[in-house]
């Protein structure tokens, strides 16, 4: 387990504050990118529960921000990302859509999102370390 893998689990479980999905994946990797961790979660704040509104997954959105606060942006690598959490998801990126699915496969709404932070912060760590910026 890397070491923002491991930050990030530590916030979505922290007694003491509630951070979405969005702000644990954007908090786990801020403070190495030059972000400070109120700023990270100012940011990220309203990507949380697919923007505010069961759209596109804050795990994913927050994980092209981080792409970008890491100065990575081209097509290829975003797509990539895109691609394997869509594989992993059968065919979904939309929070509604995730929930519900896991919610017929008799799943709870926290683990699952703890999940998809945990992916997208597993992914971001091979797409950092593969390109050299971690």
């Not at 990220?44 to 795990?59: E, P």
Request: charged share 20%.
């Amino acid at each position: 387990m890397g070491k923002y893998l491991e930050k990030a689990k530590a916030l979505r479980n922290d007694p003491n504050a509630h951070y979405n999905c969005a702000q644990a994946v954007m908090g786990a990797f801020a403070p190495d990118a030059g972000l400070s961790m109120e700023d990270a979660c100012r940011v990220s704040a309203n990507f949380g529960g697919g923007m505010k509104m069961a759209a596109t997954c804050g795990a994913v959105t927050s994980a092209l921000m981080v792409l970008g606060l890491y100065g990575i942006e081209d097509p290829v690598t975003v797509g990539e990302l895109f691609r394997t959490v869509r594989d992993n998801h059968n065919g979904c990126l939309n929070c509604a859509d995730l929930l519900r699915m896991n919610r017929e496969a008799g799943g709870a709404k926290k683990p699952h999102c703890d999940g998809m932070v945990y992916e997208a912060v597993t992914l971001l760590e091979q797409i950092l370390a593969k390109s050299g910026k971690i």
